[in-house]
């Protein structure tokens, strides 16, 4: 465990000697325990070692993120990690190589890291401390255990997974893909949220449902600050839906029953709050109108999904991570424009 400056130091002088792409990243945080996630562990692996680094014990992480900005590594499933990233540090690495990206590219159907390092090394990977409060010091052994098998197994798997993506002549969609990931991530932070009260199942409320789900919404996110926890922990989305649906029916919102007696307080405050709003303040709601769709719109969508689904089949590749319906209903409306925009390597393995 680096655990100071020094330490780091001296870990990134030997990670700048080694080569491009046989270095390995994971990233551990506490977003399932904190309200401001932070990261709380940082895995690394080359070819002669394994070793974990400890942001929340050194002040200056500096060396790090310098060396991280300069590196092409290998991750498993790094959208998340990319968003922490961002987040925290403001940067991505030069490349991120994706192991996950380049399983589903050869047609395995269990992608998870567990599942991979099975299949490749026959070794069961406990994903015990998966959910753990990684910012807890010390990290007990079991924990320190998972955190390093996280990262120990991959290249060498990597080196398989590039075999086969180079045998299938798949290589190039492998980058492509990865690519175009980092730079969704990218985009995705540069363009937060306006409205995060919007939740999934707000699109059927009424304007004055829409209020009361934006107040409460509010409401669950000052709570959860004050306690210093996840959202989800003061109530779930579904919580707050199912208020907003009482509201604008004028029925009762009543307290979850797992409420201490302050929280159903400031709970009840807030119901009060709602019975002030003026009905021109409601937030408006947004139509997304669907155009309707001619006999041939609906004949070219299924024979685009036909042929979606024979091309998958052949190449062994699961049909939704080929292309989704989505992109083939925009295909299907203006082909010019749904094609266009199609990766490269989508069109190849389509033969569009």
């Not at 925290?88 to 996950?100: A, F, G, R």
């Not at 269990?110 to 599942?115: E, K, P, R, T, Y």
């Not at 993506?165 to 980092?182: A, D, V």
Request: glycine fraction near 4%; charged fraction near 25%; aromatic fraction near 10%.
């Amino acid at each position: 465990m680096i655990d100071d400056k020094d330490g780091l130091i001296t870990w990134r002088a030997h990670a700048t000697k080694q080569s491009q792409g046989r270095m390995v990243l994971d990233l551990e945080a506490d977003s399932l325990h904190r309200y401001s996630e932070s990261i709380c562990l940082i895995q690394y692996a080359d070819d002669s070692m394994s070793t974990l680094i400890d942001p929340l014990a050194i002040e200056d992480i500096t060396p790090f993120t310098q060396w991280l900005s300069q590196s092409t590594i290998w991750m498993h499933g790094a959208d998340y990690d990319m968003t922490l990233m961002l987040k925290k540090w403001n940067l991505l690495p030069e490349m991120i190589l994706d192991t996950q990206t380049a399983a589903r590219l050869l047609g395995f159907r269990q992608f998870g890291l567990a599942a991979l390092i099975k299949h490749y090394y026959d070794i069961e990977v406990s994903k015990a401390a998966q959910k753990a409060d990684w910012a807890k010091r010390p990290l007990p052994e079991n924990m320190l255990n998972y955190a390093l098998s996280d990262v120990h197994y991959i290249l060498g798997m990597a080196d398989q997974l590039v075999a086969g993506l180079q045998e299938k002549g798949r290589h190039h969609w492998f980058t492509e893909i990865c690519e175009h990931s980092m730079e969704r991530a990218r985009q995705r932070n540069a363009t937060p949220n306006e409205d995060p009260w919007r939740i999934q199942g707000s699109g059927r409320l009424t304007r004055k449902g829409l209020a009361a789900l934006k107040i409460l919404w509010t409401w669950r996110d000052g709570e959860a600050k004050i306690w210093d926890k996840p959202t989800f922990m003061v109530c779930s989305n579904a919580d707050l839906i199912q208020w907003a649906n009482a509201f604008q029916e004028s029925k009762p919102l009543v307290p979850s029953h797992r409420f201490h007696n302050q929280r159903k307080k400031r709970f009840n405050e807030v119901i009060q709050q709602l019975y002030l709003i003026d009905e021109d303040e409601y937030p408006k709601k947004f139509f997304t109108p669907r155009k309707p769709h001619s006999d041939l719109f609906e004949e070219k969508l299924e024979r685009l999904g036909e042929r979606r689904n024979e091309r998958a089949e052949i190449l062994g590749i699961e049909p939704s991570f080929l292309i989704t319906r989505a992109s083939l209903e925009a295909i299907a409306e203006n082909e010019e424009e749904g094609l266009g925009q199609l990766l490269n390597w989508q069109r190849e393995a389509l033969q569009f």
